[in-house]
Nanobody
Framework: QVQLVESGGGLVQPGGSLRLSCAAS????????IGWFRQAPGKEREGVSY????????YYADFVKGRFTISRDNTKKMVYLQMDNLRPEDTAVYYC??????????????????WGQGTQVTVSS
């Protein structure tokens, strides 16, 4: 059974850091592009970052560039999102998802699948 499970969310003060984890099971992680998305209350889900199967092509949305870092360890079947210098506007439920590698860098939600259940990140003082 294909499954992605997020963890690592929590409450953090502005300027703080969190590391999210996405655990993959039921498929060969090394063949798939993995992305992180987020959905804030009352807003649509948006793409945050993705990493190619061998971690050699990464994408970051403009609103997280320089603050978030995506990485993966295919041997451990894990993908990570290191989030630094967090802001209140980063508050959202964060999801990981997978897609077959392609040249599309737009992170259109409909092209991704096997969504996890999400992990809540709250940035507040």
């Amino acid at each position: 059974q294909v499954q992605l499970v997020e963890s690592g969310g929590g409450l953090v003060q502005p300027g703080g850091s969190l590391r999210l984890s996405c655990a993959a099971s039921g498929f060969n992680l090394g063949f798939w592009t993995i992305g992180w998305f987020r959905q804030a209350p009352g807003k649509e889900r948006e793409g945050v970052s993705y990493t190619s199967p061998h971690d050699d092509d990464k994408y970051y949305a403009d609103f997280v560039k320089g603050r978030f870092t995506i990485s993966r360890d295919n041997t451990k079947k894990m993908v990570y999102l290191q989030m630094d210098n967090l802001r209140p506007e980063d508050t959202a439920v964060y999801y990981c998802a997978r897609k077959w590698p392609d040249l599309d860098r737009s992170m259109i939600e409909g092209t991704w699948g096997s969504w996890g259940q999400g992990t809540q990140v709250t940035v507040s003082s």
